[in-house]
């Protein structure tokens, strides 16, 4: 029972367009959600979060959205860029330091 | 930034012997540490999380006696991985955060192939 879905295992996106990763999640007491990235052979690195009491949260070139309704979250990225092509991790906590993965979507940004 | 470091990167195992697997935050002290591994195209499948000082708590379905967790200061933890088999195959990653509300910072993983 998948409670993180990333339901895109890939995404391609030309340079300079906006890239829109797109997450569910089924269980209703997360209240954090983050967003991974990750390198071939290299470990998650955090990239941007938001708490359940925000429906956006802005970093740069990376946004989050969050609709509790519908229990979805989503992280764009705008303009995409070459070293943006990597997988991107949603996850979601219910508190207590656990944090629970989807499955990643492959980002692919094209020249 | 906080840095967690992960030893080895890579192991090759025969079946039936150990590999232990080190996770360290090099520039801050972690009470908690986790422990995650991942099959190909799956996601991060969260194992145990690792308590300084105490027993480790693991996740349903994942064997304590396979997977031996110590986490014997505030900077290292470790997983060992016992009686090695084929099937235990994959990718290890642990992570750990300054405090319960930090993100987590993960290791760069460890690729664990038994033959």
């Known amino acids: 029972d998948q409670q993180v879905k990333q339901n895109s295992p890939s995404l391609s996106v030309q340079e300079g367009r906006i890239s829109i990763l797109n997450c569910d999640y089924t269980?209703?007491?997360?209240?954090?959600f983050l967003w991974y990235k990750k390198y071939p052979a290299e470990g998650p690195t955090f990239l941007i979060s938001?708490?359940?009491?925000?429906d956006k949260n802005e970093d740069g070139r990376f946004t989050v959205f969050l609709n509790k309704s519908a229990k979805h979250l989503s992280l764009h990225i705008v303009p995409s860029q070459p070293g943006d092509s990597a997988v991107y991790f949603c996850?979601?906590?219910?508190?207590?330091?656990?944090?629970?993965f989807g499955k990643g979507t492959r980002l692919h940004i094209l020249p | 930034g906080a840095v967690v470091s992960q030893h080895p990167s890579w192991v090759i195992c025969k079946s039936g012997t150990s590999v232990k697997i080190e996770c360290r935050s090099l520039?801050?002290?972690?009470?908690?540490m986790f422990w995650y591994r991942q099959f190909p195209k799956q996601s991060l499948m969260l194992m145990a999380t690792?308590?300084?000082?105490?027993?480790?708590?693991?996740e349903q379905g994942v064997e304590k006696d396979k997977f031996l967790i110590n986490h014997a200061s505030l900077t290292l933890s470790t997983l060992t991985v016992t009686s090695a088999h084929p099937e235990d195959s994959s990718f290890y990653i642990c992570?750990?955060?300054?405090?319960?509300?930090?993100?987590?910072?993960f290791g760069n993983g460890t690729r664990l192939t038994v033959t």
């Open positions: 992570s750990a955060s300054l405090t319960e509300d930090s993100p987590l910072h």
């Open positions: 269980n209703s007491m997360f209240d954090y």
């Open positions: 938001i708490s359940s009491i925000k």
């Open positions: 996850a979601a906590s219910a508190g207590g330091g656990k944090i629970i």
């Open positions: 520039d801050f002290q972690a009470t908690t």
């Open positions: 690792s308590n300084e000082g105490s027993k480790a708590t693991y």
